[in-house]
């Protein structure tokens, strides 16, 4: 606890049958630095107030819709300070630019809007606004993410050469989105996703963590993006080819046809000397393997471990931390930055423009055959 009363937060977005939506809430919540306290969850008047009862949300304080939101909480002496967007994409820039202009802070599920036009607006409003913009790409929170970035910053590993990163579901192996799947429908909607569909949705995160982790820009790509289940409007398998600034070559696939897989995000980075992996299903281990010497396993919460790792670690080594625990380092580094301390990783408008760019970028190259393309301009 900081000491400080906990910052007042609304949510958009959310509410019954959301995934995302009750892990935002337990993340934002678990530190005790911020408190739910308003909301928007539901377009539905009955599901909206079912949530907020759920979640001890004032009846007072739930409405219907982000407009009103945002000016009755302007208005009380109690109003909230953030807002964070758990809506499918296409809300994303207006609730995310309404608040901004509204004074508050906002935190927002990836990708932060729909496309890359979207984005590039959000930077000039987040930048006039003085306000705090934040992105949960949830797995930069983790104790060994934060650890192999400081391994590779540090040098350990020489130069880097090689870097490869999978992101491979198989819950889309058929088409769900024809069967009253709600999370489906929206993910293969092109007026709710944008142009991207697996690579906007996990493909993001894939190029995110390979870009935090290395600390390089991705420069150009190669990209194959294709919708494998028949009929399906937006990809669902992606193979991307990666260069990076300083030479350093990279293979991304995401896929959400990969029968059987889970939620397999895996990186290996590869440098002079050695290299290092991580596996989401197994995260609080980091392995090394050395050119010339023994390969070392590194667990989460060890002493042996860089400043970085050991500030979002919450329990002894062997105790194994997860999906909510990362998600809610986000959480707590944003809260330091809105109460004026050290932002630690909180991912920002510049890594979302990034992600938006990836997206319509590598969905456009493959489209047209163009072979590489490169990744610079953002936008402008």
Same mark, same amino acid.
């Given at each position: 606890?900081?000491?400080?009363?906990? *910052?007042?937060?609304?949510?958009?977005?959310?509410?019954?049958?959301?995934?995302?939506?009750?892990?935002?809430?337990?993340?934002?919540?678990?530190?005790?630095?911020?408190?739910?306290?308003?909301?928007?969850?539901? !377009?539905?008047?009955?599901?909206?107030?079912?949530?907020?009862?759920?979640?001890?949300?004032?009846?007072?304080?739930?409405?219907?819709? %982000?407009?009103?939101?945002?000016?009755?909480?302007?208005?009380?002496?109690?109003?909230?300070?953030?807002?964070?967007?758990?809506?499918?994409?296409?809300l994303h820039f207006d609730v995310s630019a309404a608040a901004l202009r509204g004074g508050l802070h906002v935190i927002s599920d990836k990708p932060a809007t729909?496309?890359?036009?979207?984005?590039?607006?959000?930077?000039?409003?987040?930048?006039?606004?003085?306000?705090?913009?934040? *992105?949960?790409?949830?797995?930069?929170?983790?104790?060994?993410? !934060?650890?192999?970035?400081?391994?590779?910053?540090?040098?350990?590993?020489?130069?880097? !050469?090689?870097?490869?990163?999978?992101?491979?579901?198989?819950?889309?192996?058929?088409?769900?989105?024809?069967?009253?799947?709600?999370?489906?429908?929206?993910?293969?909607?092109?007026?709710?996703? @944008?142009?991207?569909?697996?690579?906007?949705?996990?493909?993001?995160?894939?190029?995110?963590?390979?870009?935090?982790?290395?600390?390089?820009?991705?420069?150009?790509?190669?990209?194959?993006?294709?919708?494998?289940?028949?009929?399906? %409007? *937006?990809?669902?398998?992606?193979?991307?080819? *990666? !260069?990076?600034?300083? @030479?350093?070559?990279?293979?991304?696939?995401?896929?959400?046809?990969?029968?059987?897989?889970?939620?397999?995000?895996?990186?290996?980075?590869?440098?002079?000397?050695?290299?290092?992996?991580?596996? %989401?299903?197994?995260?609080?281990?980091?392995?090394?393997?050395?050119?010339?010497?023994?390969?070392?396993?590194? %667990?989460?919460?060890?002493?042996?471990?860089?400043?970085?790792?050991?500030?979002?670690t919450r329990l002894p080594t062997g105790h194994p931390e997860g999906f909510i625990e990362a998600f809610a380092n986000i959480y707590r580094d944003f809260a330091?930055?809105?109460?004026?301390?050290?932002?630690?990783?909180?991912?920002?408008?510049?890594?979302?423009?990034?992600?938006?760019?990836?997206?319509?970028?590598?969905?456009?190259?493959?489209?047209?055959?163009?072979?590489?393309?490169?990744?610079?301009?953002e936008g402008r």
């Amino acid at each position: 606890m900081s000491g400080r009363a906990p *910052l007042r937060l609304a949510m958009v977005g959310g509410g019954p049958g959301s995934f995302i939506g009750p892990v935002h809430r337990m993340a934002a919540e678990l530190d005790g630095r911020i408190r739910l306290a308003a909301g928007v969850f539901s !377009r539905d008047p009955e599901k909206n107030a079912r949530a907020a009862a759920d979640w001890g949300v004032a009846p007072d304080r739930v409405y219907p819709d %982000h407009h009103a939101m945002i000016a009755a909480e302007r208005a009380r002496p109690d109003g909230v300070d953030l807002v964070s967007v758990v809506t499918p994409n296409h809300l994303h820039f207006d609730v995310s630019a309404a608040a901004l202009r509204g004074g508050l802070h906002v935190i927002s599920d990836k990708p932060a809007t729909l496309n890359l036009a979207q984005a590039v607006d959000l930077a000039d409003i987040v930048a006039a606004s003085g306000k705090l913009y934040g *992105l949960t790409y949830t797995y930069t929170g983790y104790p060994m993410v !934060r650890e192999a970035r400081e391994i590779v910053a540090r040098g350990d590993l020489g130069a880097v !050469r090689k870097v490869v990163v999978e992101y491979s579901q198989g819950w889309l192996s058929r088409p769900l989105e024809r069967e009253d799947n709600k999370q489906a429908s929206w993910r293969s909607d092109p007026s709710q996703s @944008g142009v991207g569909g697996c690579i906007g949705d996990i493909g993001v995160h894939a190029f995110n963590i390979a870009e935090f982790i290395t600390g390089k820009r991705v420069e150009r790509l190669c990209a194959d993006v294709a919708a494998v289940v028949p009929g399906r %409007h *937006l990809d669902d398998d992606c193979n991307v080819l *990666l !260069r990076f600034e300083g @030479g350093a070559r990279g293979v991304l696939v995401a896929s959400q046809i990969s029968a059987g897989a889970r939620n397999g995000l895996k990186i290996s980075v590869y440098g002079e000397t050695g290299g290092l992996t991580w596996g %989401h299903e197994d995260p609080n281990v980091l392995t090394l393997d050395w050119l010339d010497g023994p390969s070392q396993v590194l %667990h989460a919460g060890s002493a042996y471990l860089g400043a970085g790792a050991r500030a979002v670690t919450r329990l002894p080594t062997g105790h194994p931390e997860g999906f909510i625990e990362a998600f809610a380092n986000i959480y707590r580094d944003f809260a330091d930055a809105i109460e004026g301390r050290d932002a630690g990783f909180v991912p920002d408008i510049g890594a979302g423009v990034r992600g938006m760019t990836f997206v319509e970028r590598a969905v456009a190259a493959s489209r047209d055959d163009a072979g590489w393309v490169s990744l610079q301009g953002e936008g402008r």
